[in-house]
């Protein structure tokens, strides 16, 4: 008897896993560390953090 198994690489089942708020909080924790080493500073960072925030909760409250 022959089973059909897929295989899942683990980063996209941790993902599948996370709330979508979840999902972009991991996206600019991993986008913070990612930019550490460039010559951005870490308010210039935060800044696009929260305007990105801001846009997706703008987008959420509209489509209510």
Same mark, same amino acid.
């Given at each position: 008897?022959?089973?059909?198994?897929?295989?899942?690489?683990?980063?996209? !089942?941790?993902?599948?896993? @996370?709330?979508?708020?979840?999902?972009? $909080? =991991?996206?600019? *924790? /991993?986008?913070?560390?990612? !930019?550490?080493?460039?010559? @951005?500073?870490?308010?210039?960072?935060? $800044? =696009?953090?929260? *305007? /990105?925030?801001?846009?997706?909760?703008?987008?959420?409250?509209?489509?209510?």
């Amino acid at each position: 008897m022959q089973t059909n198994i897929k295989t899942i690489p683990p980063d996209e !089942f941790v993902l599948s896993v @996370l709330s979508p708020e979840q999902r972009l $909080s =991991a996206a600019f *924790k /991993l986008a913070e560390i990612a !930019f550490s080493k460039t010559p @951005l500073t870490f308010a210039d960072i935060q $800044s =696009a953090v929260k *305007k /990105l925030r801001k846009r997706n909760y703008v987008q959420k409250q509209g489509s209510r």
